[in-house]
């Protein structure tokens, strides 16, 4: 039977408010629940809130490297939890067991980064122009931020948020994305585990319209991070334009990768396959599309279907899987619209295109891996 998990305030383990939970479900396998986790709106971000404004003054005046000693002491909680973290990391999200433990990896390097940072907190100085004057500026916390993360980098996006509020003396509220829950649970169990003073972050479990549209909203919080969508990223902008707030984003992009006839084309068709179809293409870093140099294309794309054919798909805890599930039902409902939206557009596909089903695939968001020949520049795709 799947734990039960709760959000955190004030160093406390809480239930939501309205008592709703929802279900973590590994995108392989949906029968596979690896928890349930509470479903919080506005009450619950408020509360979060008020307990991130009373630890603040405190939090505030603790000498920068001793707040950053916090974070080299979860750096390392990660390096010995790293292969039992990977494991559950892609249970939950889905990518390979390798992509996972780069993931960890990179929130253990940021971990170590920031840590130093807290004796490097350096100001300025500058000559005065009146007499009798000396200038300096200092680094100074905003107060309460508000954080926001996906899914598909459950461990190191959000410590490229916590670790950088907690060195500079802001205190946090913190909300995973619904699909990845667990993962944040355990990041939140480092930190308290490693003495992490109450209130300093706080975690709220929920949707976004729910739970992270209040965080934005929300009169104490002096700033946002949001890493997601183009179209909440905008909406994000929007209200803390508004509303004064300090903000920081990180949304979609349409990325291209670009071979010219002097090319290696080998380590071309490796870096458009693995830039591609990594984390089944879901980051904000994916090569979406490819532009190749008409003396380059035949034997380009000659090289690029062999190797995408070779790709297996199935279980991200499979190790010679390379193309794991896409994180949700809803996901592989709009990959696969948004694959016959190209097909009527009259782009040609080369490979792939197609939902994967039968023994090992039935309990999965299952694609194959899909390759678009001629397309114009005014299509969706």
């Known amino acids: 039977m799947a734990d039960d998990y709760r959000n955190y305030v004030g160093g406390e383990w809480t239930e939501a408010s309205s008592g709703e939970r929802f279900e973590s479900r590994n995108p392989a396998n949906r029968d596979e629940v690896l928890g349930t986790f509470p479903r919080s709106a506005a009450e619950d971000v408020d509360r979060a809130v008020r307990s991130a404004r009373d630890a603040y003054p405190t939090w505030m005046a603790t000498p920068a490297p001793e707040r950053s000693d916090y974070l080299l002491r979860v750096g390392l909680l990660l390096e010995d939890r790293r292969e039992e973290w990977a494991e559950l990391m892609t249970r939950e999200m889905g990518k390979t067991l390798k992509e996972s433990r780069g993931d960890i990896q990179e929130g253990i390097d940021f971990l170590f980064y920031m840590a130093g940072e807290g004796r490097r907190m350096f100001g300025n100085t500058m000559p005065s122009e009146l007499r009798n004057k000396f200038s300096m500026t200092v680094r100074h916390p905003i107060g309460v931020v508000g954080l926001i993360t996906p899914w598909n980098f459950p461990i190191a996006i959000p410590t490229w948020k916590i670790a950088p509020a907690i060195v500079a003396g802001c205190t946090s509220v913190f909300k995973p994305a619904e699909d990845t829950p667990l993962l944040a649970t355990l990041l939140i169990q480092a930190f308290e585990e490693a003495g992490l003073p109450p209130g300093v972050l706080n975690l709220v479990h929920g949707y976004g319209e729910e739970c992270g549209a209040p965080i934005v909203e929300h009169p104490d919080v002096r700033g946002v991070s949001f890493t997601g969508s183009l179209e909440v990223g905008r909406w994000v902008n929007e209200r803390c334009g508004a509303l004064m707030k300090r903000c920081s984003l990180e949304l979609g992009s349409k990325n291209v990768l670009i071979v010219m006839p002097d090319a290696n084309l080998d380590l071309a068709v490796e870096s458009a396959a693995w830039g591609a179809f990594a984390t089944s293409g879901q980051r904000c870093t994916a090569t979406s599309r490819l532009v190749v140099h008409e003396d380059a294309r035949d034997a380009f794309t000659d090289r690029l279907l062999d190797r995408v054919s070779k790709m297996k798909v199935g279980s991200g805890l ?19 619209e948004y694959i016959g939206i190209g097909r009527d557009e009259g782009a040609k596909v080369l490979t792939g295109g197609e939902e994967l089903t039968g023994d090992g695939y039935d309990k999965g968001n299952f694609i194959a891996p899909t390759v678009f020949d001629e397309m114009k520049p005014d299509m969706r795709i």
């Open 318 to 336: 499979d190790p010679d899987v390379e193309l794991a599930p896409v994180i949700n039902e809803k996901q592989k409902q709009r990959v696969l």
